[in-house]
């Protein structure tokens, strides 16, 4: 799936109406049960599904939801084949990583610039709370957590979902422009409007540059991570000179 973030011209995502239904009566109630298919080859488990506008909202739990374009779905499967209590258990918690991974995908974030936020939101701690009231690792204030459909700040996998859907409406909103719609984050989009682009206050500022520079810095060890691999594969399958007698 593409990318939002591009530092320019940005393409939007594309969305298309999809029919309401839930998941199959006859599927049982247990988490991961049922699972969605992704255009990117991701697969989401839920135990239900609604319709809200162009988007689907996948219930992971009886309580919490994450929303995606509904045509970046593509099928669903029910597995309504007993499952052996050992399979029933809860599965080990995903990492932060893992969960800024899927939410970047999902959202069609750069997982790396989700990184950059969070390092500069709350040094990746999942239970920091700002003076403002902010909370978790992308630091979502309450009343925004809840537009986006998140229960509990404090659960990664939500807060971090939420707050890449937050993004990616930024992104959209200025275009594909990362400093106005971290200004945006940071200090509202009522502040951008007013300011016609990244408002004055120092704070703001400093944060915005923080995170282009952290996310500048991740893409660079990337690139040199890969061109290394690259020079490492070319030189183990090039032949040694042959030597003269």
Request: charged share 20%; with cysteine.
């Amino acid at each position: 799936m593409r990318k939002l973030l591009q530092f320019g011209v940005l393409a939007l995502l594309a969305t298309s109406a999809f029919g309401a239904e839930n998941c199959a009566s006859t599927a049982p109630t247990v988490e991961g049960r049922c699972v969605a298919q992704l255009a990117n080859g991701f697969e989401i488990p839920h135990v239900r599904r609604e319709i809200s506008g162009e988007s689907v909202r996948l219930y992971v739990s009886a309580a919490s939801y994450t929303e995606i374009p509904a045509s970046q779905i593509v099928g669903y499967q029910a597995d309504i084949t007993p499952l052996p209590i050992e399979q029933v258990a809860t599965p080990a918690p995903l990492t932060i990583d893992q969960h800024v991974a899927r939410a970047g995908e999902v959202n069609g974030v750069d997982a790396d610039f989700i990184r950059s936020v969070i390092r500069a939101e709350s040094n990746a701690n999942p239970k920091a709370v700002s003076r403002k009231g902010a909370q978790g690792l992308m630091q979502l204030m309450p009343a925004t957590a809840s537009k986006l459909g998140v229960k509990d700040s404090f659960d990664p996998a939500q807060n971090v979902n939420g707050g890449a859907q937050f993004l990616r409406e930024l992104l959209e909103k200025y275009h594909g422009d990362a400093a106005k719609a971290l200004a945006a984050y940071n200090a509202g989009p009522q502040r951008v409007q007013q300011y016609h682009g990244v408002p004055p206050f120092r704070e703001t500022r400093l944060y915005v540059a923080q995170v282009i520079r952290d996310y500048n810095r991740r893409k660079a060890a990337a690139t040199k991570s890969t061109t290394v691999k690259k020079k490492q594969q070319i030189a183990s399958a090039t032949p040694p000179h042959p030597t003269g007698e």
